[in-house]
């Protein structure tokens, strides 16, 4: 016997109560809740046989990013697999198992694909759709993202149990593809029917980002703390936009503080954690703020991290880590990876080869003081970042960095292109902008001073 999903949908299950943990783990899922692992241990403690939790547990491993889930991945989709061979499933859960092993085949694009293509079929089932969404944005794929989600969006109705979650990330995803003002529109319509759905809420502190109006999005996020009390540690990473919104008013102070009573408040290892606090302590140094030893911590952290090469977006953020922390063998260690991984033919390899390494170099030669060398690192990976995953907030610190480089290396004129491609793209110039700027026309303005011949001796006596 099978049993219906709160989306319409046959699942491979016959136990109602572990039918009833299923949709909790979904919903929670999609809230990015703390309770979904427990939801799915519950499901899978009273369904040991059910192939699509035994997948999505495996997925849900593989976008944590750590090394040591990969084996535990693994053993999901055994289990998944041999589920599949005694008991017919359906032909949605049979592509969630086979995304679960294309990503671990090295293919994460694979993975989508799969997915995306049975979301056609079954246009209502949210899990899909948010796992679609989820890979997607590990790899950067702000495209892929929007196309998904217009694709099925039509088919959800403002009674779909999901219709806010949706619309959360149809906001994302048209943010991350520049379409601010509808994708404004679509967060705050979101939340109007999933006021937990922290990830809508963020989407729409992203377009606040983006349009230089970091006063209007800190008030955003002031104003509503419990749109993301539940949530796991993505609650960190809200914190860090607002955080990122008081830096931008000159607030560092107020930025610094956040850092220490939120952002760590939890000294985890967890990648996305190390990610928020190590760009917020960059773009504070940028800004000439000492941020005393908060490094160490992070460092420390990330040096047991160091080998894991689940994630070019992970690596670099361990490598800023372990660069400022002072831990050299731990970042030669991190580099020695990333050169190996480059010459592999994975979708990991392929990311790594064409970004992740020279932006890892290059960072690398920044930490050293060889700022033009820097500089022609950063910026030959700079057309392809997206690759590494995050968003355009999250990789906005590699940018700065580079900004921060051409500067450093006496070269006003890139560092002028970096920051009016950097506007265009935001859409509205933010307070960093605006400094650079000027520092450039001054530069500019020292330089024609140096070249006015008026203003050289002659060498007559």
């Not at 979904?36 to 997948?55: N, S």
């Not at 979301?119 to 796992?131: F, G, S």
């Not at 999933?194 to 230089?212: E, K, S």
């Not at 690398?364 to 057309?383: I, M, T, V």
Request: aromatic share 8%; hydrophobic share 40%.
């Amino acid at each position: 016997m099978r049993l219906t999903d709160q989306f319409g949908y046959e699942l491979t299950l016959s136990d109602k109560e572990a039918l009833t943990a299923w949709n909790e783990t979904v919903k929670a899922f999609l809230a990015h809740g703390r309770t979904t692992p427990q939801h799915l241990e519950t499901c899978l403690a009273l369904a040991p046989d059910f192939a699509l939790g035994h997948a999505a547990r495996g997925i849900f491993c593989l976008l944590l990013g750590r090394k040591e889930l990969t084996a535990t991945a693994q053993e999901c989709l055994a289990i998944a697999r041999t589920s599949v061979q005694h008991t017919p499933v359906t032909a949605r859960e049979l592509a969630v198992v086979d995304a679960l092993g294309s990503w671990l085949q090295g293919y994460p694009t694979r993975s989508a694909d799969l997915l995306d293509t049975v979301l056609v079929t079954v246009p209502e089932d949210a899990l899909i759709m948010k796992l679609v969404h989820a890979i997607r944005f590990v790899l950067g794929d702000a495209t892929g993202m929007r196309q998904s989600i217009e694709r099925v969006h039509a088919a959800y109705g403002e009674t779909h149990p999901a219709y806010g979650y949706m619309l959360g990330c149809r906001a994302f995803s048209l943010e991350e593809t520049g379409d601010y003002r509808l994708a404004e529109a679509a967060g705050r319509k979101g939340l109007e029917f999933a006021r937990d759905d922290a990830w809508g809420l963020h989407a729409v502190a992203h377009v606040h980002d983006m349009t230089g109006r970091s006063e209007e999005g800190a008030g955003w996020l002031e104003t509503q703390p419990e749109g993301w009390a539940h949530c796991n540690n993505f609650g960190y990473h809200v914190w860090w936009h607002l955080a990122l919104m008081y830096l931008d008013q000159g607030q560092a102070d107020k930025a610094l503080a956040l850092y220490d009573t939120d952002i760590r408040k939890d000294k985890t290892d967890d990648y996305r954690d190390i990610s928020n606090a190590a760009s917020l302590l960059v773009r504070l140094e940028l800004e000439g703020v000492d941020t005393g030893p908060r490094w160490d911590e992070l460092a420390l952290l990330s040096d047991k991290r160091a080998e894991d090469g689940c994630n070019v977006f992970a690596d670099l953020h361990y490598l800023l880590a372990l660069l400022n922390g002072g831990r050299r063998m731990g970042a030669e260690r991190l580099l020695t990876g990333l050169k190996e991984r480059a010459q592999t033919e994975t979708d990991l390899g392929r990311i790594t080869a064409e970004t992740g390494l020279p932006t890892g170099l290059g960072l690398e030669q920044y930490r050293k003081g060889n700022y033009a060398s820097a500089f022609a690192l950063l910026d030959s990976a700079r057309d392809n970042l997206y690759m590494v995953g995050g968003s355009h907030a999250q990789r906005d610190v590699f940018e700065r960095i580079t900004i921060d480089a051409a500067l450093r290396a006496g070269m006003p004129e890139d560092a002028e292109r970096l920051l009016n491609s950097r506007t265009h793209k935001r859409g509205a110039l933010d307070r960093f902008a605006e400094q650079r700027l000027e520092i450039c026309d001054k530069m500019h303005r020292a330089h024609r001073v140096m070249e006015d011949q008026k203003l050289r001796a002659t060498g007559s006596v």
